[in-house]
Every structure is written in C-alpha cells, then in structure tokens.
C-alpha cells in the first residue's frame, strides 16, 4: 500500500508527510488526493507534505489544487555517530532543572529571524507537539545551551519515532545576539555527542533551509553528507 511508503508524522495541531520518495510520480498523486478525501484531514490546523526533487511541476500543480502554498526548500544530510567534541565553555541543561516557561522563552527568540523559513506555530505551540511525539521523554530532549550562566541557544535531541537508533534535533539555533560568532559549530558537536552517548543513537538525520547557509556550514564542519533535497507545502485550515 502507498501510505505504508510514506512517514506521517502527527502532533497537537498538525500532520507532516514526509519520505515521498518512495512512491512513483503516479502514486504521491493517488495519495494526495486520497489524503484530501479524509475527513479527519481537514480537520487538521496544519498539513504539511514534504515533496522529493525527483518530482515533476505536476506534483506542484496538483498541491495548488488543494490549496497548498510552497513554503520551503529543504536539504536533510546524515552522518555516522562517531564524534568527540573538544571541551568548550557551554552548558547544556534540560527541563528537568529548568522550566518550561523558561525554555520556550529562550526557543522564541531563537526562531526571531532565523534563516529557516518562519515556522507557522511558535514554541509554545511546538512544544505541545513535542510532547505528543516523544511522551515522558520530551523533558530530557528540551535543552537551554547556557554560556557564562546565560542562555545563549536551544537543542532538541531525540531518537526519531519508529526506530531504535535514528538521531534527529527537533529544532536547533542561537538567539540572534549570539549568532554568526563561530558557536553553533562546537554545540552541534556536542549535540551530535549526547545523541550518541545519552540517546544512544547510531547515525544522525539532520535538516535545514537551502537559505540557511550558517547552518548547512555546521554541517559540512561537522562530517554531514547531503542525502536529499525536498520541497516543504503547507496548507492551513
């Protein structure tokens, strides 16, 4: 069946569609349109389909129908888990010790003019789907990157949902003070480092805008290759 092709990925107000590239040109347009007759769909705030670049304009075409606006272009790398970070003046702290009242402050103002396309929840919104999607555990993932006693960033490490070794960072950036002096290098390092040691992850998926130049940066620095290149559309009931 094709919807055992795809990954859906649900959270308090939104479904995410997403590994479209396993299906055929023929059936990602079966599945959008079947997708578009359930009902439970649109009932949904936010639908999101993540179209692969194997695709043709027709896909595109065909999401327009449906009232779909193109949203982004994103660029999802991997890499083998094998890294060992220098020492560095950061601390990483989770919601266990701090509150989340604290914790989606500092995430907002990470989203403040960041190069990844704006998201349509902010973090208060985000983190209820973060419960939903990683459960009791959600604590240990949501961590505050302090430098000198000040928050500085935000990390969200995880194992993805359905495997057993599948490193993922939910969401991952500095406030905008902090940017462009060189750190987001050594904390993706260290990040890459708990999903490894505390998560106990294998090999890492990572994400990001093709605008976000900084980021894809971190990337190459730290032994990520390119995997795919896909096409974020979003529709809002």
Not at 110 to 125: D, F, K
Not at 190 to 219: D, E, W
Request: net charge negative; charged share 25%.
């Amino acid at each position: 069946m094709t919807i055992e092709k795809v990954k859906i990925v649900k959270g308090a107000n939104f479904i995410s569609i997403e590994d479209t590239k396993y299906l055929s040109e023929e059936e990602l347009t079966e599945f959008i349109i079947d997708l578009m007759e359930q009902p439970c769909v649109n009932a949904i705030r936010y639908l999101n389909i993540l179209v692969n670049s194997q695709f043709s304009p027709e896909i595109e075409r065909l999401l327009q129908e449906y009232d779909f606006q193109f949203h982004d272009e994103i660029i999802t790398v991997q890499k083998e888990l094998n890294i060992e970070p220098a020492h560095s003046p950061y601390t990483f702290i989770d919601l266990y010790t701090i509150s989340e009242k604290e914790f989606t402050t500092v995430w907002n103002q990470v989203m403040h003019a960041s190069l990844n396309a704006t998201p349509s929840m902010n973090a208060e919104e985000q983190m209820e789907s973060i419960k939903i999607e990683l459960g009791s555990e959600y604590r240990r993932s949501c961590i505050m990157v302090y430098e000198k006693g000040q928050p500085i960033g935000v990390t969200i490490p995880h194992i993805e949902e359905g495997t057993a070794q599948e490193g993922r960072i939910f969401y991952f950036g500095l406030i905008p003070e902090e940017r462009g002096k060189g750190k987001s290098i050594l904390i993706h390092q260290h990040t890459l480092n708990l999903l490894m040691r505390t998560f106990g992850a294998a090999y890492y998926i990572g994400s990001t805008s093709h605008k976000n130049l900084p980021m894809l940066q971190v990337f190459k620095k730290n032994g990520c290759m390119e995997l795919e290149k896909n096409k974020v559309y979003k529709r809002v009931n």
